[in-house]
């Protein structure tokens, strides 16, 4: 099944609408994505223009990489491309209710301020659909997008969402540089990856 692998330029068979059904039925249990979409007539109405706002930017870039067998996905920003935040504030304040929103801004904040500096690769969104999730798949698309960190010598960041994800990106060579703790925030996890044969 892993040998179903396509990188970045076999994305090109996957339109926007298949990536981002991938990565919503992904993080349909995730409980930070929950925390701004808690019921689920709510995520299903708007967790995907969410991830296009977060991590649109990827397929700009062409570093999206799908499983051929439209299981698993991940955007990756290359370096110097960030997120839009502007895109992402305003959209947040169109589909969250202020109370909402006001709760969540803290640990927002947070998040923002341990985004590194250093040039680097950044994984914003990677996700794997329930039914494959264990098989391994999620593993290997990351060990094929960390080929572009490692081809250019550069460190890459993300930010697990869970324990559980954070174990698996530890077993790729991140580790752990920070944790956002605030009232009524999921806990995030930023974690950090020196390019093979730095770390």
Do not use: C
């Not at 068979?13 to 992904?26: E, G, K």
């Not at 985004?115 to 290997?140: I, R």
Request: proline share 7%; hydrophobic share 45%; net charge negative.
């Amino acid at each position: 099944m892993l040998d179903d692998l396509t990188d970045v330029a076999a994305a090109e068979r996957f339109d926007v609408p298949q990536v981002l059904a991938i990565l919503v039925a992904a993080f349909r249990n995730d409980s930070a994505a929950r925390s701004l979409y808690p019921t689920d007539s709510e995520y299903e109405r708007h967790f995907s223009g969410f991830l296009m706002a977060f991590g649109g930017r990827a397929f700009d870039e062409g570093t999206v990489d799908v499983d051929a067998s439209g299981r698993a996905a991940a955007l990756w920003f290359p370096p110097g491309i960030e997120p839009d935040g502007e895109a992402i504030i305003a959209y947040m304040e169109d589909t969250i209710p202020p109370e909402r929103l006001g709760v969540l801004s803290v640990g927002m904040e947070i998040q923002s301020a341990m985004h590194p500096h250093e040039t680097h690769w950044y994984l914003p969104w990677m996700g794997v659909v329930p039914e494959a999730q264990g098989s391994g798949l999620g593993s290997a698309l990351l060990r094929a997008g960390l080929v572009r960190a490692d081809t250019d010598g550069l460190p890459a960041y993300l930010e697990a969402t869970s324990r559980r994800n954070a174990a698996l990106y530890t077993r790729q060579g991140f580790r752990e540089t920070g944790v956002v703790e605030a009232k009524g925030y999921p806990e995030i996890i930023a974690m950090w990856r020196l390019p093979r044969g730095q770390g």
